[in-house]
């Protein structure tokens, strides 16, 4: 399922890993926002990633929207559109 993930960590190191892990997963779209295709299993092992570098406090946060196939293709864009067709995630 395609998931549109947005962060917001107040860290500088702690961003760019979540940046770096993100990027593992599929692309940016945005500064803070990654356009990714994944399994239920990838979603959790993602997760389960991020979780130790998100502050309980201060109002950091992930977010995940996973996009059904009819909403993945109304999404309109004004200004450049960064989307991509991504093949299947590998991670080694």
Request: proline letters at 2%; charged letters at 30%; glycine letters at 8%.
């Amino acid at each position: 399922m395609r998931t549109v993930i947005s962060y917001d960590v107040s860290d500088d190191r702690r961003r760019n890993k979540v940046a770096t892990i993100l990027e593992g997963y599929g692309y940016r779209v945005q500064y803070s926002v990654f356009e990714c295709d994944l399994d239920a299993d990838q979603l959790r092992a993602l997760q389960q990633r991020l979780r130790p570098l998100i502050a309980k406090r201060g109002g950091e946060s992930v977010r995940f929207y996973g996009l059904c196939a009819e909403c993945r293709e109304r999404v309109s864009v004004i200004g450049q559109d960064n989307a991509k067709e991504l093949g299947p995630v590998v991670i080694v």
